[in-house]
């Protein structure tokens, strides 16, 4: 079946500094990957996706590429500020339940001023 | 803004007891969802549906049902609630737009305490 692991958080950094999140991932067929963030308090919204290997999703200086080779989609960002504290899932679809997201455990991430 | 509103926010009930959650969407999409959040676990699915009367299972369905009589409500439904099934549940939309890659837009969440 599918499957998300994800580096085991908390993690703390202070501003500016470069964030990376890891994320490997077990699928069935070719998946489509994706980084949510949920904000303390709300629901989960798409931060980024990728469809297909080699594809590097991208949306607020956050980056990630579809590592195919290694089952991998690490979110990284190059400088980190305080409103980026917040849950962030990595998750999939496979072509055998392309409308069923699997999620990872999510990683908390606090930016420190 | 998608459209999601979840009732109630928040809830506490006793062991034993009925508890109903609503979503409701205002764009008449097709497929609607309910996961659970809790600790170390991310979201799981409970169950989801791809349109009125037509529902299915995901990972996590017992002791939870699920109904879809209008195509803008989705009520996931305890009959008989749990102290384990105290968590936070989210309901979810897939817009036609996402292509059926999987990209879904979330509620704000129905916190459940289950004494």
């Known amino acids: 079946g599918n499957s998300v692991t994800q580096m085991e958080g908390p993690v703390t950094l202070s501003e500016e500094a470069f964030l990376t999140i890891n994320c490997t991932y077990t699928a069935t067929g070719y998946p489509s990957l994706f980084w949510y963030v949920q904000y303390p308090g709300e629901g989960l919204q798409l931060l980024l996706k990728?469809?297909?290997?080699?594809d590097k999703g991208s949306n607020k200086g956050f980056e990630a590429t579809y590592r195919k080779e290694t089952t991998s989609f690490h979110l990284e960002k190059g400088s980190v500020q305080v409103s980026d504290s917040a849950v962030y899932f990595c998750a999939l679809t496979s072509s055998g339940s392309a409308r069923q997201l699997t999620f990872g455990s999510g990683t908390q991430l606090t930016v420190l001023p | 803004d998608a459209g999601i509103t979840q009732s109630p926010r928040h809830k506490v009930t006793e062991t034993g007891t009925p508890v109903t959650l609503r979503c409701h969407q205002t764009?008449?999409?097709?497929?609607m969802y309910w996961y659970r959040q809790d600790p170390g676990h991310g979201l799981r699915l409970i169950h989801y549906?791809?349109?009125?009367?037509?529902?299915d299972k995901g990972e996590v369905s017992d002791g939870y049902s699920v109904s879809r009589s209008k195509t803008e409500d989705f009520l996931l439904t305890l009959e008989s609630a749990t102290s384990s099934q105290t968590s936070v549940y989210f309901c979810?939309?897939?817009?036609?737009?996402?292509?059926?890659?999987?990209?879904?837009?979330f509620g704000e969440g129905s916190r459940l305490t289950v004494l």
């Open positions: 990728a469809t297909k290997a080699d």
């Open positions: 979810a939309i897939s817009p036609p737009s996402s292509g059926g890659t999987g990209e879904l837009f």
């Open positions: 549906s791809y349109g009125v009367k037509d529902t």
């Open positions: 764009e008449n999409h097709r497929y």
